[in-house]
T-cell receptor, first 116, second 111 residues
Framework: AQKITQTQPGMFVQEKEAVTLDCTYDTSDPSYGLFWYKQPSSGEMIFLIY??????QNATEGRYSLNFQKARKSANLVISASQLGDSAMYFCAMRAGDNAGNMLTFGGGTRLMVKP | ETGVTQTPRHLVMGMTNKKSLKCEQH?????MYWYKQSAKKPLELMFVYNFKEQTENNSVPSRFSPECPNSSHLFLHLHTLQPEDSALYLC??????????FGQGTRLTVV
């Protein structure tokens, strides 16, 4: 079974500063993928970044980067130069093993609030 | 615009009503999903369809009935729901080993 843990229910960050959102995972499968999604108040889940378990380098997408520490089973999201529009719920998710399709297991989420 | 469209966006229904949620994608994906997001709980996978065939039913009560008439459309038929079924219902689609795209969700309230 897979499990995702996000220990920060809510976080504040000052506009233009960087923030790290924590995510730890647990799986016995050697092959897995880790995802981060942003969910604004409108409800849509917006894909941000992906890290494969065999990727040698940490993933980056614009202001988003993923701090992947395989031995610690952590996949923290770093948002640089925070903007007011970054205020939202952020979910870490994992796809693991040779399952049918792309079934994702989600963490409980972190609510990020950017202060002007 | 993610390419996955859900209707309606909001739905209020009584416990004796029958309603349906609709999901449509024109991304050419072969897998479609229903997820449920309740307050203060992680997203829960409900159903998975691959090539129009249901491949996963995550112990969902029979008052939720999915239907996938083709690879672009997915429905969730609702009947005799309970107030605890009030939640955000998210549809998603993907290709194998690729990013999963989500719709904007239907916010359901059962009264």
């Amino acid at each position: 079974a897979q499990k995702i843990t996000q220990t920060q229910p809510g976080m504040f960050v000052q506009e233009k500063e960087a923030v790290t959102l924590d995510c730890t995972y647990d799986t016995s499968d050697p092959s897995y993928g880790l995802f981060w999604y942003k969910q604004p108040s409108s409800g849509e889940m917006i894909f941000l970044i992906y890290q494969g378990s065999y990727d040698q380098q940490n993933a980056t997408e614009g202001r988003y980067s993923l701090n992947f520490q395989k031995a610690r089973k952590s996949a923290n999201l770093v948002i640089s130069a925070s903007q007011l529009g970054d205020s939202a719920m952020y979910f870490c998710a994992m796809r693991a093993g040779d399952n049918a399709g792309n079934m994702l297991t989600f963490g409980g989420g972190t609510r990020l609030m950017v202060k002007p | 615009e993610t390419g996955v469209t859900q209707t309606p966006r909001h739905l209020v229904m009584g416990m004796t009503n029958k309603k349906s949620l609709k999901c449509e994608q024109h991304l050419g994906h072969n897998a479609m999903y229903w997820y449920k997001q309740s307050a203060k709980k992680p997203l829960e996978l409900m159903f998975v369809y691959n090539f129009k065939e249901q491949t996963e039913n995550n112990s969902v009560p029979s008052r939720f009935s999915p239907e996938c008439p083709n690879s672009s459309h997915l429905f969730l038929h609702l009947h005799t729901l309970q107030p605890e079924d009030s939640a955000l219902y998210l549809c998603a689609s993907s290709q194998p080993d690729r990013q999963t795209f989500f719709g904007q969700g239907t916010r359901l309230t059962v009264v």
